[in-house]
């Protein structure tokens, strides 16, 4: 016997003996009345009966009148009801099947036996169905309002709590990647700079989303504002680099600066000026075209052009 079983047998017991004693009370009635009758308890017995366990109570109900106990009569019109039953409930039980009522009575007669994880995994597939509210955070009024601005949520589209929080770690792991890149570049770049990092951001996001009283928004966002500027002017200053480098290289380097510098250095010429032109090259070039020296230049021309955009 399966554990459905331990239910039907008792109720299957008390049906075949209320089922005796409408026999007994009902022994002078016609035998068609007294059939149409016993008809009648069998259907309201299964009425409350699962349409998946009506076959076994069936079963049940028949053993309750063997052949041998001299009731041939009885059994016959037990018999002949529960196949009539049988056959009309299966065709109810197919209705029920699309009976929207009938599937959630049956869901809540299953709710209390139903593991936890089982019971979360339904109410998601519901919400998702539309059938009840999703459940989630109770949101505060003017960040949700802001939230939904600012990305143009749709009337009747609302956070997922899940979702929320997996779009939270991806920008985190951008911004947490992007402050350590841009803060270590700066410090190469400038490390006597006087701008410099605040208290480490990964740190100040973790306390103020625990709602630490002494994190503010203001502190977070003021950090994720000096490093919003950092980030740009580094960005920006590629542009400007190539050209202030263009620049310093040509007042340097220009055949008529060049020039200019051989004919202030040399009154007198013992050499052609071409050739002394070249020297001059030769000996700017030694002293300004390093790599180290190079390097250097263009450092420099970041550094400028961010502490001047910042």
């Given at each position: 016997?399966?554990?459905?079983?331990?239910?039907?047998?008792?109720?299957?017991?008390?049906?075949a003996?209320?089922?005796?004693?409408?026999?007994?009370?009902?022994?002078?009635?016609?035998?068609?009345?007294?059939?149409?009758?016993?008809?009648?308890?069998?259907?309201?017995s299964?009425?409350?009966?699962?349409?998946?366990?009506?076959?076994?109570?069936?079963?049940?109900?028949?053993?309750?009148?063997?052949?041998?106990?001299?009731?041939?009569?009885?059994?016959?019109?037990?018999?002949?009801?529960?196949q009539?039953?049988?056959?009309?409930?299966?065709?109810?039980?197919?209705?029920?099947?699309?009976?929207?009522?009938?599937?959630?009575?049956?869901?809540?007669?299953?709710?209390?036996?139903?593991p936890?994880?089982?019971?979360e995994?339904?109410?998601?597939?519901l919400?998702?169905?539309?059938?009840?509210?999703?459940?989630?955070?109770?949101?505060?009024?003017?960040?949700?309002?802001?939230?939904?601005?600012?990305?143009?949520?749709?009337?009747?589209?609302?956070?997922?709590?899940?979702?929320?929080?997996?779009?939270?770690?991806?920008?985190?792991?951008?911004?947490?990647?992007?402050?350590?890149?841009?803060?270590?570049?700066?410090?190469?770049?400038?490390?006597?700079?006087?701008?410099?990092?605040?208290?480490?951001?990964?740190?100040?996001?973790?306390?103020?989303?625990?709602?630490?009283?002494?994190?503010?928004?203001?502190?977070?966002s003021?950090?994720?504002?000096?490093l919003?500027?950092?980030?740009?002017?580094?960005?920006?200053?590629?542009?400007?680099?190539?050209?202030?480098?263009?620049?310093?290289?040509?007042?340097?380097?220009?055949?008529?600066?060049?020039?200019?510098?051989?004919?202030?250095?040399?009154?007198?010429?013992?050499a052609?000026?071409?050739?002394?032109?070249?020297?001059?090259y030769?000996?700017?070039?030694?002293?300004?075209?390093?790599?180290?020296?190079?390097?250097h230049?263009?450092?420099?021309?970041?550094?400028?052009?961010?502490?001047?955009?910042?």
């Open positions: 016997m399966t554990e459905m079983d331990s239910d039907i047998l008792p109720e299957a017991a008390r049906l003996n209320r089922i005796r004693a409408l026999q007994a009370d009902m022994m002078q009635e016609p035998l068609q009345a007294r059939q149409e009758f016993i008809s009648n308890e069998i259907k309201r299964m009425a409350v009966i699962a349409p998946t366990q009506r076959p076994e109570f069936c079963s049940a109900l028949a053993e309750q009148f063997p052949r041998w106990d001299g009731n041939d009569i009885t059994r016959q019109q037990v018999n002949a009801s529960v009539s039953q049988t056959e009309a409930n299966s065709n109810a039980g197919a209705m029920d099947q699309q009976d929207p009522f009938f599937l959630v009575q049956q869901l809540c007669k299953l709710a209390p036996k139903l936890q994880a089982l019971k995994t339904l109410i998601e597939r919400a998702d169905a539309g059938l009840i509210p999703r459940s989630g955070p109770d949101w505060p009024g003017e960040p949700l309002s802001k939230f939904r601005n600012r990305l143009q949520l749709e009337d009747g589209l609302h956070p997922h709590a899940g979702h929320v929080l997996e779009l939270a770690l991806i920008l985190s792991d951008l911004t947490l990647s992007i402050d350590q890149i841009a803060w270590n570049m700066w410090k190469i770049i400038a490390p006597g700079s006087k701008m410099h990092r605040g208290a480490p951001l990964q740190r100040l996001i973790s306390r103020f989303m625990a709602n630490d009283p002494e994190v503010s928004r203001e502190q977070v003021n950090e994720l504002e000096k919003r500027k950092l980030n740009a002017a580094l960005l920006s200053s590629v542009g400007e680099t190539g050209r202030q480098f263009s620049s310093r290289y040509g007042k340097k380097f220009a055949p008529a600066e060049i020039e200019a510098a051989v004919r202030t250095e040399h009154k007198k010429f013992l052609s000026i071409k050739i002394l032109c070249w020297e001059k030769c000996e700017l070039a030694a002293e300004n075209l390093d790599e180290a020296d190079v390097d230049e263009i450092r420099e021309i970041v550094r400028e052009f961010v502490d001047r955009v910042i």
